[in-house]
C-alpha cells in the first residue's frame, strides 16, 4: 500500500521540530547550532528568487501574513522511475498564516488533481509539475491554482515517520475504529488497534494515517491533518526536545526549504499560542475518474473557489470578485477615455 499524504506530515512536523527546537528557551546551545546548520544546509532558493510575482515586495513571516507549501516526495529506488527526472509530489499541503490572529489555514491538494501547470503549458496531475520542472514548476502551479502567492516552500521525502514519531515518546489519538493493518515492510496484519484513546507507535501511527479501507477518502484526509496536529503539538513539549538530535541528522539530506533559520524562528508565536497548536484544516471536494484511460481527480470548481477565497481573505489579499470589479471599471475608464 502506497504512503502517499503520509510523507507531508513529516515535513511539517520536521517544519515544526527546526522552530521548536531553536526557541525552546534554556535549551542546549549545542542543539540549537545543530539546527542552524540543518537549517543552512537544507537551504534552496526558487529560481524566482526570494519573491513571489504575485507580491508587490518582499514579505517577512515575523511581521506579514504569509503562506508556506509543503511537498512530499518519494524518490526512493523502489518507487521512483530512474533517469534525471524528478520524483513526483506524492503530497501536498497549502499553508497559510495571519499575523494578525496568529491563526493557520491548510488545504490538502489531491495528488492527482486534473489542473493546468504552466512548465508544459497544458493541464495534467498536479503530482506531476515536481516530475516536469521540480519544485519551481510545483510552487507557480499551484499558484495558479489558488491565486495566491506562494511565498516559501518546505519539500522532504519520505524516510523517517516512523522515527519521528518514536523520538517524541509516541502519540495520544482517539482512533475511530478497530483497525487491522500492513506495518511499514508490507507485513499483512502486523498492527492492530481497537477503537478508543490511546498511544500510538510510529509503526502504528503510520498504519492508522494511510490506511483505505474503513471510510471515505475524504474521512482519511480529515484523519491525516488531525494526526499531523497531534504529532505537531507533541513536538512542542519541552520532553520531546530533548530527542532530537539523531532526527536533525536523519532529516539533514531529506529536506528542502527557501526558509532562513531566521525566519524559521519567526514562526514561533503560531506555535507557542496559549490555545495551543491548531489548523483550521480544508478539503478539496471532487470526484475521481478515468480520461482517455487515465485516472484525475477533477476538483469541485464551487470547493476550489471556496478555498480560494478563504485563502485570499486570510492573507488580506484582494478576492477573486474584488479583482473583477476592478477588471471592469478600468475598462470602462478606458473606454470612457478613448472618446
Do not use: C
Not at 32 to 51: F, I, M, P, Y
Not at 88 to 111: E, G, H, Q, W, Y
Not at 221 to 235: F, N, P, S, V
Request: charged share 25%.
Amino acid at each position: 500500500m502506497k504512503r502517499k499524504k503520509l510523507k507531508i506530515a513529516l515535513s511539517i512536523v520536521v517544519f515544526i521540530l527546526l522552530i521548536g527546537i531553536g526557541t525552546a528557551a534554556g535549551y542546549a546551545i549545542y542543539l540549537t547550532d545543530k539546527v542552524k546548520q540543518t537549517a543552512t544546509e537544507s537551504h534552496q532558493e526558487l529560481d524566482r528568487g526570494e519573491k513571489s510575482e504575485k507580491r508587490q515586495s518582499e514579505v517577512n513571516p515575523e511581521y506579514d501574513d504569509i503562506s508556506v507549501l509543503f511537498v512530499g516526495i518519494d524518490d526512493s529506488k523502489k518507487r521512483s522511475s530512474g533517469g534525471n527526472r524528478n520524483a513526483l509530489s506524492d503530497a501536498l499541503v497549502l499553508a497559510t498564516f495571519n499575523d494578525n490572529n496568529k491563526s493557520i489555514k491548510m488545504v490538502s491538494i489531491p495528488r492527482d488533481s486534473y489542473t493546468y501547470i504552466p512548465q508544459i503549458d497544458s493541464k495534467d496531475k498536479i503530482t506531476h509539475a515536481h516530475a516536469f520542472g521540480g519544485i519551481d514548476a510545483t510552487v507557480e502551479t499551484v499558484e495558479r491554482m489558488f491565486d495566491i502567492p506562494v511565498d516559501y516552500y518546505v519539500r522532504l521525502n519520505f524516510n523517517s515517520f516512523i522515527e519521528v514519531v518514536n523520538s517524541i515518546g509516541g502519540i495520544t489519538y482517539d482512533v475511530p475504529f478497530d483497525i487491522t493493518e500492513q506495518n511499514s515492510v508490507d507485513k499483512d496484519g502486523a498492527i492492530k488497534l481497537e477503537e478508543g484513546y490511546q498511544e500510538l507507535n510510529g509503526e502504528e501511527a503510520l498504519a492508522l494515517a494511510r490506511t483505505r479501507k474503513y471510510d471515505s477518502d475524504l474521512a482519511r484526509g480529515q484523519r491525516q491533518m488531525e494526526l499531523i496536529q497531534e504529532i505537531a503539538r507533541q513536538t512542542m513539549t519541552t520532553s520531546s526536545l530533548h530527542n532530537f538530535g539523531d532526527i536533525l541528522n536523519s532529516i539533514n539530506d531529506n529536506l528542502k526549504t527557501n526558509l532562513t533559520f531566521e525566519e524559521m524562528v519567526s514562526f514561533k508565536d503560531y506555535f507557542l499560542d496559549k490555545q495551543g497548536l491548531t489548523f483550521d484544516k480544508m478539503q478539496l471536494n471532487g470526484e475521481g475518474g478515468k480520461m482517455d484511460g487515465v485516472w484525475y481527480y477533477q476538483v469541485n470548481e464551487e470547493s476550489l473557489s471556496t478555498a480560494k477565497d478563504q485563502l485570499q481573505a486570510h492573507l488580506n489579499l484582494p478576492s477573486q470578485n474584488d479583482k473583477n470589479s476592478n477588471t471592469f471599471a478600468e475598462e470602462n475608464e478606458d473606454e470612457d477615455n478613448s472618446m
